[in-house]
C-alpha cells in the first residue's frame, strides 16, 4: 500500500505557565508542554487507521496536526508526496491541498453554526473552495444530503431542530463536501446513542468504499476501533505506545499500556469481568518531561531500572507491528 | 425473597410543563431493589432514566411534577415526606452521584471541604474529626496521597479522581442505596473500569444496594445482577441480566443488543434501530411508546395502556411491557 500520508518526527509542543516579571526576575522559565512527542504515522490508501489513548494523550492535537488546523513545532507531514507541515495553518485554508484533507469533529452540536439550517452548513466549504452559480451549490448540497441519507426536507431546519444522528449526517456532509482524499475524524460517534452509532458507522464505512477515502480515526473506544478500523495506534502521553493491525493490537497486544487497555473494556457478558491489568498512580506530566525516562513508568506493573534511565524507542514486535517497550518481546 | 425490597417504585408518572405542552416523562414506572442489589436502568438519552433518579431523589426541576405512583424507601413513602425529612436522608440513607464529577463539585471549594459539609449536616462532626474522617474517604476511594488531596480544588484534579471525589462524598455517611447517573461517560475505558469496580467492591463490603443508570448494556451486564430496559419513559423490560442477554423478551431490548458492539461481532452483524422516540406532548400516545419502530406491532398495541407481563423465574421475576413479547429459549 502506497502511504497517503507519512508523518515523521512529529512534535507539537505548548507554552505553558509564562512567568511574570518578579518571577522572571527570580530566573523562573515557563513549562513546555510536550502534547505530541516524535510520532512516526503512516497512513495508506483507503485505510483506515484508529488513534487511541486516554484524554491528555495528545491524540486530538495530533488529528488536528494532521488536519493542518494547527502547526507542527518540528517534523514533516508528506501528504501524497507533499510536506504540507512547511505550510503555515492560515495559509493552508486556501492551499490547493485544503480540500483534500477534511475533519469531522466530535460533538455535532457543538461543531455546527446554530445559526446556520443544514443547507448552509454543507454548503460553505462548497462556497470557499469552489465558488459557482448558487444552483450549482444548491445541486451539490442535495446530492450530498443523498449521499448521506439525510431527509432533504430537513436541509433548511437549524442544527437545534435536528436529532444527534441528524447532526452527524450534516457534520459528515459538510466533510465530504470537497470530495477529500484523507478524512480525520474526531470521536465522531461517542456522543450517539449505540442505535445511531451503528448507523454512523455503516455509513462511514460506506462512504470510504464509495469516495475512496482514508481516515484517521480518533476515538477512545476500542470496540469502535475494532469494528471499523484496519490499523490501530495506541498512544500514551504524547508518543506512540503501539502500533499494529487490528488482529495484532487486539489478539497479541505487546505494550502493558495496550494491554490494560483492553482489560478494560468491558465484557459485554453478564457476570463476566475480564482479567484487569490495574494502572496503579497518576500519569507523569507532559510537561518538562525527562528525555530518558519512559513515559508510562509510574504506572506500569512491570517497570525496571532501564526504563527510568533510556526512554524506549518502537520495536518490530511482527509484521507491520511495532511497540515502544523494553520489556516487550517479538511475537 | 419475602422481605420488603429496599426500595420500590410503582407506577410512578412525571410530567414536565413546558411551552409546547406537558411532555409525560415518565408513565407507570415500576421497579424495586433489594437491600445489597446492584441493579441498571438502561436506555437510549431521553428514555427517562435521570428522570426517575432525580423524582426518586426529590430533585426533580421544578417544572417536573410527579403526577402519579409510589417511591418506598426502607417502607417509608419519599414521595409524602416533608422537604426537611428528605433533605436529612438524602446523603445519609441515599446518595447520588452524577455524570460530569467537575461540574457535580463546587469549583471554589476544597475537596476536604465538601467532604466534611456532609459529615457536618448528617453527623455533626466538626474541625479535625471531620478532616479526619474526610481523609478516610478519600483513602477510601483510593486516592492516593489523601492527606495533601484533602485541600485540593477539583480543578486541580483529573477526570477520574473528581469522580473518586463524588464517591467519597456520597459514601460518607454510609447509604443503604447508591443512585450512579452515568458515574463513567465521558472518562476513559481504563479509568471507567477503575471507578466500576471500586463501586461495586465499596457496594459489597458495605452491603449497599446500587442503582447504575448508563446508556451501555455491556457495562451494566458485567455490572449489574439485575436490567431494567427504559424506552420512552416506560419500563419496558426488567430481567435478570443473564436472561435478558440469552433472551430478550421486549423488542426494544432485543434491538438494543442487536446494535451493541461486542467481542466477535462485525460492523456487518449490527442492526441500527430504525426510527426515534416518539412525541412525548402528543396527546394520543399509544399504549405502546415503541410501536411506530417496531416490527411486531399491531392493533393490541395501540390500546391506551399496556400492562406488564410478569413472569417468575428462578433468579428473580421477569417483566415485559408488550403484547406479543418474543418468546425465545429462557435460560
Known amino acids: ?331 | 425473597m419475602t422481605a420488603p425490597p429496599l426500595l420500590a417504585v410503582g407506577d410512578l408518572s412525571v410530567t414536565f410543563r413546558t411551552r409546547a405542552g406537558p411532555v409525560k416523562a415518565l408513565e407507570r414506572v415500576s421497579f424495586a431493589v433489594d437491600k445489597g442489589e446492584t441493579i441498571a436502568i438502561v436506555g437510549e438519552s431521553g428514555s427517562g432514566k435521570s428522570v426517575t433518579a432525580q423524582a426518586i431523589m426529590g430533585i426533580l426541576d421544578p417544572a417536573g411534577r410527579v403526577e402519579a405512583g409510589r417511591v418506598y424507601f426502607a417502607g417509608l413513602d419519599l414521595l409524602r415526606a416533608s422537604a426537611s425529612e428528605l433533605a436529612d436522608m438524602r446523603g445519609r440513607e441515599f446518595a447520588m452521584i452524577f455524570q460530569n464529577p467537575r461540574g457535580a463539585l463546587n469549583p471554589i471549594r476544597t475537596v476536604g471541604d465538601q467532604i466534611a459539609d456532609v459529615l457536618a449536616r448528617h453527623e455533626h462532626l466538626k474541625g479535625a474529626a471531620a478532616r479526619d474522617r474526610a481523609m478516610e474517604m478519600l483513602a477510601l476511594v483510593k486516592i492516593t496521597d489523601p492527606r495533601r488531596r484533602l485541600d485540593a480544588y477539583p480543578f486541580e484534579l483529573s477526570g477520574g479522581m473528581c469522580q473518586r471525589v463524588m464517591i467519597a462524598l456520597a459514601l460518607a455517611c454510609r447509604p443503604a442505596l447508591l443512585i450512579a447517573d452515568e458515574p463513567t461517560t465521558g472518562l476513559d475505558v481504563t479509568t471507567q473500569a477503575a471507578i466500576m469496580d471500586l463501586i461495586g467492591e465499596l457496594g459489597r463490603s458495605r452491603g449497599m444496594a446500587t442503582v447504575l443508570i448508563t446508556h451501555d448494556l455491556g457495562l451494566a451486564a458485567e455490572h449489574c445482577g439485575r436490567i431494567v430496559v427504559m424506552h420512552a419513559g416506560h419500563v419496558v423490560e426488567d430481567a435478570p441480566a443473564a436472561q435478558l442477554f440469552a433472551a430478550p423478551r421486549h423488542p426494544y431490548t432485543a434491538k438494543l443488543l442487536a446494535a451493541t458492539p461486542r467481542p466477535g461481532r462485525h460492523l456487518e452483524d449490527l442492526e441500527a434501530i430504525p426510527g426515534g422516540l416518539p412525541d412525548l406532548r402528543r396527546a394520543d400516545l399509544p399504549g405502546c411508546r415503541f410501536l411506530e419502530r417496531c416490527d411486531r406491532a399491531g392493533e393490541p398495541c395501540r390500546a391506551p395502556a399496556l400492562d406488564a407481563i410478569v413472569t417468575p423465574s428462578p433468579d428473580g421475576e421477569r417483566r415485559v411491557l408488550c403484547v406479543r413479547p418474543l418468546m425465545g429459549l429462557a435460560a
Open chain 1, 1 to 331: 500500500m502506497t502511504a497517503l500520508l507519512d508523518v515523521a518526527g512529529l512534535c507539537r509542543r505548548f507554552t505553558v505557565g509564562q512567568p511574570g516579571p518578579i518571577e522572571r526576575l527570580r530566573g523562573k522559565r515557563p513549562g513546555v508542554l510536550h502534547a505530541v512527542d516524535a510520532v512516526d504515522l503512516r497512513i495508506g490508501e483507503g485505510e483506515v487507521l484508529g488513534l487511541v489513548g486516554e484524554s491528555g494523550c495528545g491524540k486530538s492535537t495530533l488529528a488536528r496536526v494532521v488536519a493542518r488546523l494547527i502547526d507542527p513545532s518540528e517534523g514533516s507531514i508528506r501528504f501524497a508526496g507533499e510536506d504540507i507541515g512547511q505550510i503555515a495553518a492560515r495559509r493552508f485554508a486556501r492551499h490547493p491541498l485544503r480540500r483534500s484533507i477534511q475533519m469531522v469533529f466530535q460533538d455535532p452540536t457543538e461543531s455546527l453554526n446554530p445559526r446556520w439550517t443544514a443547507f448552509d452548513c454543507i454548503a460553505d466549504p462548497i462556497r470557499r473552495m469552489d465558488p459557482g452559480a448558487a444552483a450549482k451549490v444548491a445541486d451539490r448540497v442535495h446530492e450530498l444530503a443523498a449521499l448521506v441519507s439525510l431527509p432533504e426536507t430537513l436541509l433548511q431546519r437549524f442544527p437545534h431542530q435536528l436529532s444527534g444522528g441528524q447532526k452527524a449526517r450534516v457534520g459528515i456532509a459538510r466533510a465530504v463536501a470537497l470530495r477529500p482524499r484523507l478524512l480525520v475524524l474526531d470521536e465522531p460517534t461517542s456522543a450517539l446513542d449505540v442505535s445511531v452509532q451503528v448507523v454512523v458507522l455503516k455509513l462511514l464505512d460506506e462512504l470510504k468504499r464509495r469516495l475512496g477515502m482514508s481516515y484517521l480515526f480518533v476515538t477512545h473506544d476500542l470496540e469502535v476501533v475494532r469494528l471499523i478500523c484496519d490499523r490501530v495506534a495506541v498512544m500514551y502521553l504524547g508518543r506512540m505506545a503501539e502500533v499494529g493491525t487490528v488482529g495484532q493490537i487486539f489478539e497479541r497486544p505487546s505494550h502493558p499500556y495496550t494491554r490494560a487497555l483492553l482489560s478494560a473494556v468491558p465484557s459485554g457478558v453478564p457476570g463476566r469481568t475480564p482479567q484487569r491489568i490495574q494502572l496503579s498512580g497518576d500519569p507523569r506530566s507532559p510537561i518538562d518531561p525527562d528525555p530518558r525516562i519512559c513515559r508510562f513508568l509510574g504506572r506500569c506493573p512491570n517497570g525496571t531500572e532501564r526504563c527510568g534511565t533510556e526512554m524506549p524507542q518502537l520495536r518490530p514486535m511482527g509484521e507491520g507491528h511495532v511497540a515502544a517497550c523494553h520489556l516487550a518481546d517479538a511475537a
